[in-house]
């Protein structure tokens, strides 16, 4: 290991604000969804530092962004290391870009240090990993691990009606010189730097979180059917009221499911009523639901309870329950997770084991390759808000040791993908 610093923090802390420029809520948060004009500046941006120092871009057809450092042999399973770029509609400066400009910091950094590394490394920036616009999320890593067909991605509209594949033909249209790469190639090794988004690391005082896995999760879009009528004649006997047939379901699943154990988590978190007039009594109700545990079995019988419960409660009104996300639990790689251990006690970082709550990118790359995640902490530990924030020397210690895990597998040629 060189004794010079790994990355240049001031340089990355700078690009990080920069980037967060594009998007900015007057509250100081990020409104930067998945495929749109704000996402497509983030690239022009992003690309244009990576080419200063040598990295060419590419992308494929799910709209990933990959920035390439040659190595020298071209044809050996690179190595990948990034996050996301896009952002919740009032999310913050750190949520996927701290992971995407980290990553882009050490290879940078290694670029810098004029040595080429065995095979080629790879930042990359995943097509709408958070699902705030087009339903569900991590389109992008799972087309890349073929986990979803492009087809149906492609076919996802987001609220205004406008397809995946429409804004994904515009992403490309801005773009008519970057090369196209095959969806899906094999991987040496995966890397991802997150903020925790929780309160864990911040309570411990402990700078980077060694992340040994994901706790499992499960969507679900639920849709309630009854009859519109007036609400000022139609009498309460006569009613198939979809929200009150809704109120009975939400009811029922928080009693049931919300308690099942102190690991569960269960959200109602988005409810679209019709034709949600004052004086006309409710023909259908659309809601999400999104399950998390760490324990599979826990989790997939809470998931059979969730539908046998709306239709239970549905009558008079009828009731589909659409499953959307089945992640179950996984976990990290472990020599990748030791060798990220190794690095933060070299540099004198605290570190901790620690389970991820929410769901990353990582999660799907890990079925295909060794991966890994690192973690940083997020203050209070609150995340997909506009006062999200980080500390810089908590960014900088992650990219720090980030790059050093890279640096060790970069000029290692023994990994096989």
Known sequence: MTSQPLIDADRLWTRLMALAEIGATPAGGVNRQALSDGEIAAWRRVIGWAGEAGLTPSTDAAGNLFLTLAGRDRAAPPLLLGSHLDSQPTGGKFDGAAGVMAALEAVVSLAEQGERPARDVIVVAWMNEEGSRFAPGMMGSEAFTGERDMDAIRA?????????????????????????????????????????????????????????????????????????GHAGTL????????????????????????????????????????????????????????????????????????????RANASPCAVTVTPLVDA??????????????????????????????AGHD??????????AMIFIPCRDGVSHVEHEWAEP??????????????RELAFAPAIEG
């Open 156 to 228: 996802a509209r987001d609220a205004d009606g406008v397809s995946v594949g429409e804004a994904l033909d515009r992403l490309h249209a801005a773009f008519p010189d970057l090369p196209h790469r095959s969806l899906g190639f094999a991987v040496g090794a995966y890397l991802e730097l997150h903020i925790e988004q929780g309160p864990l690391l911040e309570a411990a005082d402990c700078t980077i979180g060694i992340v040994t896995g994901i706790q499992g999760k499960k969507t679900f879009q639920v849709v309630v059917e009854g009859s519109e």
């Open 328 to 357: 179950p639990s996984n976990a990290f790689d472990a020599p990748l997770r030791e060798g990220i251990g190794k690095a933060a006690r070299a540099q004198g970082h605290s570190a901790m084991a620690i389970l991820s709550a």
């Open 362 to 371: 990582a999660r799907h790359l890990a079925k295909v390759c060794p991966a």
């Open 235 to 310: 009498a309460q006997s006569e009613r198939r009221d979809a929200l009150a047939a809704f109120a009975r379901m939400a009811s029922a699943l928080h009693a049931e499911i919300g308690t099942i154990d102190a690991d569960i988590k269960f959200t109602i978190g988005r409810v679209a009523v019709t034709p949600n007039a004052p004086s006309v009594v409710p023909s259908r109700v659309s809601f999400s639901i999104d399950l998390r545990h760490p324990d599979n079995a826990v989790l997939d019988a809470a998931g059979v309870r969730i539908t046998t419960l709306c």
């Open 393 to 406: 020397d908590h960014v900088a210690a992650g990219a720090s040791v980030l790059a050093q895990v890279l």
